[in-house]
């Protein structure tokens, strides 16, 4: 007797979980081919072959005033999604990252009795550890990218588990810059710096004038310096572009480059990176970076 197939929702809340996202729905794929996966994504996500309720980049705002001001459309998207899910019944539900919405969804599902994991553990082990014990109660598994977190999560009667990061197991030990920028057709004479602005359109807007300021000053100590800026997302090329156009910038040697951070990273020799998942990737890339962020100044107070 054939089984029946699964069904799987998925909410992944920006860039960096539409990443990780895709890398588990080829993982169960290649173990249960028939799998259906709903829920939200981005691109990898919807080409894995998730099917997408809502736009992945309504959720992707940060600070406290951006989320404020978009508030009652994100808390309308939960509970809309929760809704869904609730008429679907999916075999699991898996939250990927974004904690501040995916554990809220997660609570209701399993008061639902769906099944609930939330995949990334929070940095708990940095700041506000006490929110292990309201984790436990929202899900019922954590999935752990680094091997310290699952006992935080155990010590307070709860399942965690340590998967690891899928980009520690995609990319190389000794990475090869001759071969990256010959993929890249960057000029392997020239220094080459990568600029990551950031997976956010918010982020783009904030970091991009910084890093491309930098740039020109960067420019001016090496004249044959080239650049790439590598981007997560259709809306986040959109504002790069929209700052490239602007008359200081027009001249820089950069290019925009669809995805492929890893190969960016590889190319270059030192890196400008907001800071978040991407300073994993350029450190897995062993290449040195400058790690920069800016928030508004409601945010910062």
Not at 199 to 204: D, G, I, L, W, Y
Not at 222 to 233: D, G, K, R, V
Not at 247 to 252: G, M, R, S, T
Not at 256 to 263: I, N
Request: charged content about 20%; some cysteine; proline content about 7%.
């Amino acid at each position: 007797m054939m089984s029946q197939p699964l069904t799987i929702a998925l909410c992944a809340g920006e860039a960096s979980g539409d990443l990780l996202g895709a890398h588990l729905i080829e993982a169960i794929k290649a173990q249960r081919p028939d799998t259906q996966f709903i829920g939200i994504g981005g691109p990898r996500m919807i080409a894995a072959g998730c099917q997408s309720l809502f736009d992945q980049e309504r959720l992707a705002v940060r600070g406290y005033v951006e989320v404020i001001k978009r508030l009652p459309e994100i808390l309308k998207i939960r509970r809309e999604l929760v809704a869904r899910l609730k008429a679907v019944r999916p075999n699991v539900f898996v939250g990927i990252d974004a904690p501040d919405f995916n554990l809220g969804v997660a609570e209701q599902l399993k008061a639902a009795g769906i099944p609930t994991v939330h995949y990334v553990s929070p940095s708990v082990w940095a700041w506000k550890r006490g929110r292990v014990k309201k984790i436990v109660r929202q899900v019922n598994q954590v999935l752990c990218l680094f091997p310290m977190e699952p006992e935080l999560y155990r010590q307070e009667g709860g399942n965690a588990l340590f998967v690891g990061h899928p980009l520690a197991q995609a990319l190389p030990m000794e990475a090869d810059k001759a071969a990256a920028r010959a993929r890249l057709k960057l000029d392997e004479d020239r220094p080459v710096f990568a600029i990551l602005a950031g997976s956010r359109v918010s982020e783009v807007d904030y970091m991009a004038p910084v890093f491309l300021q930098a740039a020109l000053l960067i420019l001016r100590e090496l004249p044959n310096a080239q650049f790439i800026s590598p981007y997560a997302t259709a809306a986040t090329r959109e504002r790069l572009q929209h700052y490239l156009s602007q008359p200081q910038f027009e001249k820089l040697p950069i290019r925009l480059q669809a995805a492929k951070a890893d190969l960016a990273c590889t190319a270059a020799d030192a890196v400008l990176v907001t800071s978040g998942t991407a300073t994993l990737e350029v450190a897995l890339c062993k290449r040195p970076m400058v790690i920069s962020y800016k928030i508004s100044t409601p945010t910062y107070w």
